[in-house]
């Protein structure tokens, strides 16, 4: 277990990712089929590949000492079986 020390808070990395993956799951769950997924963030996964295509990966570049962002985006497939 990683732990980060920042500015006020000591904060656990592997509840953080915990909760990402908690989301990502939900968010798959409740997208309906031939809905559209946005997801961005310093590492960008999306939803499982099984479950729907990529439309597009962008990056955001917001310049200076800053971290750039990354946006996908994705489209759950209409049935289960569409990947295959």
């Given at each position: 277990?990683?732990?980060?020390k920042g500015k006020r808070k000591?904060?656990?990395?592997?509840?953080?990712?915990?909760?990402?993956?908690?989301?990502?799951?939900?968010?798959?769950?409740?997208?309906?089929?031939?809905?559209?997924?946005?997801?961005?963030?310093?590492?960008?996964?999306?939803?499982?590949?099984?479950?729907?295509?990529?439309?597009?990966?962008?990056?955001?570049?917001?310049?200076?000492?800053?971290?750039?962002?990354?946006?996908?985006?994705?489209?759950?497939?209409?049935?289960?079986?569409?990947?295959?």
């Amino acid at each position: 277990m990683r732990k980060y020390k920042g500015k006020r808070k000591e904060y656990d990395t592997q509840q953080f990712f915990t909760a990402i993956k908690k989301w990502r799951i939900t968010a798959n769950f409740l997208l309906k089929a031939g809905g559209i997924y946005i997801e961005l963030g310093y590492n960008t996964n999306g939803i499982w590949k099984k479950n729907a295509e990529k439309i597009a990966l962008g990056i955001c570049n917001s310049g200076g000492m800053t971290k750039d962002v990354l946006i996908i985006v994705q489209r759950k497939y209409n049935s289960l079986t569409s990947y295959l």
